[in-house]
T-cell receptor
């Protein structure tokens, strides 16, 4: 069964304290893994797509990496404005003509000044 | 930002009344989706469309219907609103690749 699990559910950091969020997945034939950021009261905002093990993508203080079983979102020297919920998703094994995504429940990140 | 708008942004309605939410895109993307997001459940797919007049059910479709008569518009109708349908509703679009882009959401309260 297709599944995406994110950990931890919540993370509180001090400004400048680097850490990582985890997204583990079970799906047949990975066709990409997506990271999103969601601010309270807003829709998810697309961050990155990773397609193959060993791939890395960076954006400001965020770096996403991918292995055959999981992805990490590394946050280096975070700032309070990085506080948000981070979601990951993968296409379902039978995405076919519908492009359905399987979503994790997200990690709620709070960065204290 | 992807050109996606949702209307209304907020709505309060009474149990038993029909409600229609609208999603409008300016990207000419083929795929459109309706999700609901609730604490503890994350994003759950209600219905999706893979072309004009081509729609199908998602995992939580009971009590909802959709229509897509034009590429740019995807309507979600709650046939007879219930309190369990109080939620935040998001529309998303997708083009040639799998990533989806989301609208700003509609907060619906059913009293």
């Amino acid at each position: 069964e297709d599944q995406v699990t994110q950990s931890p559910e919540a993370l509180r950091l001090q400004e400048g304290e680097s850490s990582s969020l985890n997204c583990s997945y079970t799906v047949s034939g990975l066709r990409g893994l997506f990271w999103y950021r969601q601010d309270p009261g807003k829709g998810p905002e697309f961050l990155f797509t990773l397609y193959s093990a060993g791939e890395e993508k960076e954006k400001e203080r965020l770096k996403a990496t991918l292995t055959k079983k999981e992805s990490f979102l590394h946050i280096t020297a975070p700032k309070p404005e990085d506080s948000a919920t981070y979601l990951c998703a993968v296409p379902s094994s039978n995405a076919g003509n519908n492009r359905k995504l399987i979503w994790g429940l997200g990690t709620s990140l709070a960065v204290n000044p | 930002d992807a050109g996606i708008t949702q209307s209304p942004r907020h709505k309060v309605t009474e149990t038993g009344t029909p409600v229609t939410l609208r999603c409008h895109q300016t990207e000419n993307h083929r795929y459109m989706y309706w999700y609901r997001q609730d604490p503890g459940h994350g994003l759950r797919l209600i219905h999706y469309s893979y072309g004009v007049k081509d729609t199908d059910k998602g995992e939580v479709s009971d009590g909802y219907s959709v229509s897509r008569s034009k590429t740019e518009d995807f309507l979600l109708t709650l046939e007879s609103a219930t309190s369990s349908q109080t939620s935040v509703y998001f529309c998303a679009i997708s083009g040639g690749s799998y990533e989806q882009y989301f609208g700003p959401g509609t907060r619906l309260t059913v009293t």
